[in-house]
Nanobody, 127 residues
């Protein structure tokens, strides 16, 4: 079956960095757009970043643009989220998601477009 397993979360000081990974199995990874979403405590889930199946196209929420970078390694079936200059408002459970796309440059910003989800990894930012 399809599995998406996130790792790399943890406790970091404000201004620090973390790199999240999401390892996928049981699906045609190279045919899927990949996304990262987060849910802060007591708040709704929100889009963070997305990358097309080829890696050509990337999209970011305005709140993370310039600080976070999404990338993927199709040979390793893994998508990454490099998070720099972390702020207290970045604290959340981060989940990766996968959604098949028809076009290599296509990616999704909305959760409903994704078919598969990981369980999430906690990111805590101390001030």
């Amino acid at each position: 079956q399809v599995q998406l397993v996130e790792s790399g979360g943890g406790l970091v000081q404000a201004g620090g960095s973390l790199r999240l990974s999401c390892a996928a199995s049981g699906l045609s990874f190279s045919r899927c757009a990949m996304g990262w979403f987060r849910q802060p405590p007591g708040k709704e889930r929100e889009f963070v970043a997305a990358i097309s199946r080829s890696g050509i196209s990337t999209y970011y929420a305005d709140s993370v643009k310039g600080r976070f970078t999404i990338s993927r390694d199709n040979a390793k079936n893994t998508v990454y989220l490099q998070m720099n200059s972390l702020k207290s408002e970045d604290a959340a459970v981060y989940r990766c998601a996968a959604g098949p796309t028809a076009y290599s440059g296509q990616a999704y910003r909305t959760a409903g477009e994704y078919n598969y989800w990981g369980q999430g990894t906690q990111v805590t930012v101390s001030s």
